[in-house]
């Protein structure tokens, strides 16, 4: 029998839960267009998901528009139904008026006078139950979340056990090997700047009775991403082609030793579920005092070298030309956690 869903339970009922359901779901519309705006998403997805999370709550703000200005008519038309109509059976909006309710006065006990739900029976507790659920992630937005991304504790944990890289990185042995490009001596300081094997060029100050102290030359630099040096490690052809390039690379700081540290960013794929840590070794010719997981601005030379335990595996890393070349970057700066 073709009939109005309304009919199913009664106005009070079917209102309320309508009226449930519009303010949910536009407040879930309203959501996704907010977290666009505010650039929230970032925490949680890649850029190439973002306009359509958009686009999705627009559509979702009109179709609930759309669904109020049905639910209002519905409501201007709702009429009280005579008892002795008889369309009241098929209007099925079943009040106390209606004479084929059981148990009323002159209204026989029949299998005809029963009410028949025609197996639309509406529970208001699983509607509420039902509403909670979908709140959720509204109430999570107005607490401000998602504000970052993994924890701290989970960042430590998806680093890994990380150990000191040791002779295979150290100046000295390097200068060992290289050709001298240019050399002067005054007041008894002799500067000698060398050429690596590796493509890089390092200084030699050497003070009369003291040993010599090495620092690699740096160029002006360019900024690049932690996933072309992650990539280039695994390929003979790019490790010739960076090394001895200056760059200059932006993410969280995690000291392994006074003078070496790993900058790591969390690289983005698709969620915030499937990021993976990237990972730059960064050697300092003098002591670096930061704090765990401070975001800071490194700029040094590319080089790569053997990964502890390893013959075949290079890890990325920044040889720095001075302390100063590690600077704080305020919170108000960060561009993003995530690297996409």
């Not at 970032?42 to 958009?54: D, E």
């Not at 009280?80 to 209606?98: G, I, K, L, Q, Y």
């Not at 009323?104 to 529970?123: C, I, K, R, Y």
């Not at 200084?203 to 690049?224: F, H, L």
């Amino acid at each position: 029998m073709a009939h109005s869903h309304a009919g199913c339970q009664s106005p009070r009922d079917y209102f309320t839960e309508q009226l449930l359901t519009i303010f949910v779901c536009g407040g879930l519309g309203f959501v996704a267009i907010q977290l666009y705006r505010s650039d929230m998403l970032r925490h949680i997805l890649a850029p190439q998901f973002h306009l359509p999370v958009l686009i999705g709550g627009i559509v979702v703000f009109v179709l609930v528009l759309l669904r109020a200005i049905t639910v209002w008519r519905e409501a201007g038309e709702l009429v009280p139904v005579d008892s002795n109509d008889p369309t009241c059976r098929e209007n099925h909006v079943h009040t106390a008026s209606c004479n084929h309710l059981p148990g009323l006065p002159g209204a026989p006990n029949t299998d005809e006078n029963l009410v028949d739900d025609h197996g639309h029976s509406h529970d208001m507790s699983w509607v509420f139950a039902r509403m909670l659920i979908l709140v959720f992630p509204i109430t999570l937005y107005f607490l401000g979340i998602p504000n970052t991304g993994l924890s701290a504790d989970a960042q430590r944990a998806a680093l890994g056990n990380e150990v000191e890289l040791q002779s295979s990185a150290d100046l000295a042995q390097l200068a060992s090997t290289a050709t001298v490009k240019s050399e002067e001596e005054k007041d008894g300081i002799r500067v000698r700047v060398l050429q690596t094997d590796k493509g890089f060029q390092i200084r030699e100050v050497t003070e009369k009775n003291k040993p010599p102290v090495y620092s690699v030359v740096a160029q002006a630099g360019i900024e690049m991403r932690f996933n072309d040096l992650t990539e280039a490690a695994f390929s003979e052809d790019k490790r010739r082609s960076y090394a001895g390039s200056t760059a200059i690379l932006e993410g969280r700081f995690n000291p392994l030793s006074d003078k070496q540290f790993t900058l790591f960013r969390q690289k983005m794929t698709c969620c915030g579920q499937d990021s993976v840590m990237l990972k730059v070794r960064i050697i300092s010719p003098q002591v670096v005092s930061r704090n765990y997981f401070d975001w800071v601005r490194v700029k040094g030379v590319i080089d790569f070298v053997k990964a502890p335990g390893a013959e075949e595996r290079y890890v990325p890393v920044l040889r720095l030309q001075d302390v100063t070349d590690v600077t704080l970057i305020p919170k108000d700066q960060i561009k993003n956690e995530y690297e996409f």
